[in-house]
């Protein structure tokens, strides 16, 4: 079936999007407001093309490389099983907004005077909220022993800065859109909404935003944006320090980071003891300044220095900066080791279907370039 999905269209159906959604959700009070429509028909007509056209306005927005793009968003809440979006069918969509609700917000009004002086009062513009289409703010969740990724855009605010930088647009105000897929089905949504483009280099990007006696975070992305995260790395010493191999081989570690810079890896294919997170890790190949071996991404906790030797941590959550190791209870992690595991075991997976799609599209190719580009903004 095709779906009406351009925004005038879609703005009309939100005159009548939140009370079906609310009479969809309460069954018992939906008498006479869809009298002769079959539940299924009602479902089509009202709810997807309204879901599709927030989707596709991100979606545009990503492939025109926008970093704002302004939105009409109604207040509502809508879910649906077996969506199609460029080709790949979905066998669940959730959507939630939070925007104009046309039964407590007051509309806007123009007045227009005609020839014979009369006033005559016109309907007026709805609000429009800005959003990053590429912000990147997701989370996991289980619900009836489901998996499911929640994607989040919240409203631009403007950032004072102060002298000589300009004032920056971040992603800090209120949620305006929620996006619920499985999680078994998230690449391929991934792809869809931020219009990914394939690349025959798989790339990791790692850049480090804070640093201090204790740790350093950072942020991590891969290169077609599916999976975006945090790091957590012993601190950035200077660059003599950050050369030295770690000799302290005993908890809490004093070592310190490796150098930025665009490292080869693979797949670390090593048997350690069991449940080791090791297990379960990617291996940096290339040569690190000053004869640094045995580097690897591999599952760990926010406290660096109780679980790191020099590798780097991947989790899920945004890490409790500069954890020191001995206030670990006290001031608490925001990631857990099966969490942290999870997600490194998230991140071996895309590397091997990247691998396998590339290798599908060249079939010559003998070795695929893999590589962790480290970069710092501290």
Known sequence: MDYPTSPALADRYTHLLKPQWDQIHNPQSTTGLFDGMEEGAMFETLFIPIMIDYINQIRKGNGDKLKE????????????????????LF??????????????????????????????????????????????????YTKNNVNYVKYQFHELQTKKNPPPYADTKEPTGTMRIEIVVKKNERMEFEKYLYNLKASDTIRIYITRTSTGINSTVGTLKTDD?????????????????????????????????????IYNFEINTKVYKVN???????????????????????????????????????????????????????????????????????????????????????????????????????
């Open 91 to 140: 066998s669940y969509l959730k959507v939630s907004t939070t925007g104009f609700n046309i039964f407590q917000d007051k509309e806007s009004t123009a007045t227009l005077t005609t020839s014979t002086g009369s006033n005559v009062t016109l309907p007026g513009e709805r609000p429009r909220y800005s959003i990053d289409p590429s912000e990147s703010s997701k989370t996991t």
């Open 225 to 261: 944006g599916v999976i975006s995260g945090y790091t957590v790395e012993l601190p950035r010493g200077n660059d003599s320090e950050c050369k030295t191999p770690c000799g302290d081989n005993t908890i809490p570690y004093d070592c310190y980071c490796i150098a930025e810079g």
């Open 69 to 88: 793009i302004s939105m009409k968003i109604a207040t509502g809440l809508a879910e649906a099983t077996d969506i199609e979006l460029g080709g790949k």
């Open 276 to 378: 080791s997170p090791k297990n379960y890790s990617l291996r940096i190949t290339s040569a690190v300044p000053d004869g640094r071996s045995g580097v690897l991404v591999h599952a760990g906790r926010d406290d660096a220095k109780g679980w790191s030797m020099g590798c780097i941590l991947p989790m899920p959550n945004e890490p409790n900066k500069d954890l020191n190791y001995e206030d670990r209870f006290k001031l608490g992690r925001n990631n857990t080791i099966e969490e942290s595991l999870d997600f490194t075991k998230e991140i071996l997976d895309w590397v091997r279907l990247r691998e396998a799609e590339i290798k599908e599209r060249n079939k010559g190719i003998e070795k695929v370039v893999k590589q962790v580009i480290i970069t710092k903004t501290i």
